[in-house]
């Protein structure tokens, strides 16, 4: 009698031949190249350093994509985009101790947006590890201690035989709900040693998944049927779980309004009648929010930005999806339900009732109605008309990254996203020069729509380097720089707390003249030109940049009273 368990995959003739005689001239390096190849990556991000060599050498022995960025920081955002497009764990290949650590801002937005990120750092000699100080290049006395409070897991290697199982371990973390950044590191002479080892041929891991319990969808799908007045709040863990065509139905089952959070964006149709869109940063839409008697929270912490900023008091009872355990009613007591959206919404839909309720449509116009008044008489028409035309500009399945800038402020809560997981900002850890970078690794998972990238000039400043990547590798990425003279929104502020802002002014190039020193075509435009300039700059072939000089403003917020 036999067990699954007992069974062994037995390998061939050739395997085995193979396997005896493992080709020479493989260093450590090639053990990491073919264990990313095993489990399927076709694409590596990084930088060389001089620890990390090992393995850049062996990426001329692997069928690997390379695409090298300037700063690693931007390496990072590039590979954070590549994870959200594709939902695949994007590879970051990096160097130890300055190299490794001008990742981090890149990996705290990966963390915080559950992009699956795989970072696989070298280290110093074995014989450095430890927090002895050595005096070797780069060294700190704990590399990976810089690294645990930013990802989801860190796997140290010491030895050539760990590389393969380190590396699927880390694969299937970044990979399991919720998805996210992990690191791994390996000493230098660990990867440039010549090995003997077998050429690295499987690799399939398979993350857990994370259904709900039963006793609580039971529990929420009926507090869900009696409803009088029930409300969606969809974040970001719909569209990292691809449910949004479940929440849709539960909507339209349940006649319950939906709110995207700014993370959420697309998760639930913009026009859709029960589409409350994306006013978060609004009181009228806070009203409606805590005036439900069930709120179905999914895929969001609520935190600072999902509850205007913590002045969001639920009254009635609350349902709390989520994968991060973390996040689990860390803002508000809930019926919390620690489960993948897209699981967790598949179990609603087998138990919830169908509610018929004619007026949600209404009360829906009728609070998007309150909203459009309010900024209508703020007279922020420059506003948005710019992002009207950046709208009408873009293509409605091409994906657009933004930087932390006014402009991207203005589209957290009014710009359409048209589809889910189409529209991506830095918003999770609020980092500046995450939109051009980002859009780059986009363009390299899907060579088949235009990328649009929107930044302020204090952002493009910190991006200016990946010019040069766009021109190397011909990616058809867009960047829309609205240059206003400074840290516009940090100008806001300070003008409004104190009177006068400070620190905020930058001298800055003439973006145009830059970009075309790069080989990449610019164009300076205007709020009236700029939706012609930037459609043609997206329907050209490669690289581009288009700059719109004008100061913006953002409309008043309502949690400050």
Known sequence: MTHDHDLVLRPTAAQTEAALNPPPGRNGGDLVVETLAGLGATTVFGLPGQHALGMFDALRRSDLRYIGLRVENNAGFAADAYGRVTGEAAPLLLSTGPGALTSLAALQEARAASAPVLAIGSQVPTAGLGGGRHGYLHELPDQAASFRGVVKSVHTVRTQSQIPSAIAEAWTSALTVPHGPV??????????????????????????????????????????????????????????????????????????????????K???????????????????????????????????????????YHTFKPRGRVIQIEADLGKLESNHPALGIHADARLALQALLETVGERTDPSAPERVRAVLDKVRDRIAAQELTLEQDVLAAV????????????????????????????????????????????????????????????????????????????????????????????????????????????????????????????AESFGVPGVRTSPETLAADLAKALAAPGPSVVVLPAVLRMFAPTHLG
């Open 183 to 264: 690191w791994v590191e390996i000493p230098q002479d660990v990867l440039l040693a010549e090995t003997r080892i077998p050429v690295v041929t499987g690799g399939d891991t398979f993350p857990e998944e994370l259904p709900p319990r039963p006793e609580l969808t039971a529990v929420a799908a009926d507090l869900l049927s009696r409803a009088k007045r029930p409300a969606i709040v969809a974040g970001g863990g719909v569209v990292r779980a691809d449910a949004s065509k479940k929440l849709r139905q539960l909507a339209e089952r349940l006649q319950a309004p939906v709110v995207t959070t700014f993370g959420g």
């Open 266 to 308: 697309g998760a639930f149709p913009w026009t859709h009648p029960l589409s409350l869109q994306s006013w978060l940063e609004d009181r009228h839409t806070t009203d409606f929010l805590e005036d439900a008697d069930v709120l179905l929270v999914v895929g969001s912490g609520l935190g600072e930005l999902s509850s205007n």
């Open 391 to 514: 709208r009408a500009a873009l293509p409605p399945g091409a994906p657009s990254f933004w930087d932390m800038t006014i402009l991207a402020y203005w589209a957290w809560s009014a710009f359409d996203a048209k589809a889910p997981n189409t529209m991506h900002s830095a918003q999770g850890a609020g980092g500046l020069g995450y939109g051009f970078p980002a859009a780059l690794g986009a363009a390299v998972a899907d060579p088949t729509h235009p990328v649009l990238a929107v930044s302020g000039d204090g952002g493009a400043l910190y991006s200016v380097a990946e010019l040069a990547t766009a021109r190397q590798y011909g990616l058809n990425v867009t960047w829309l720089i609205v240059d206003d003279g400074g840290y516009g929104i940090l100008r806001e502020y300070m003008t409004d707390a104190f009177g006068a802002p400070t620190a905020t002014e930058l001298t800055r190039p003439d973006f145009v003249a830059l």
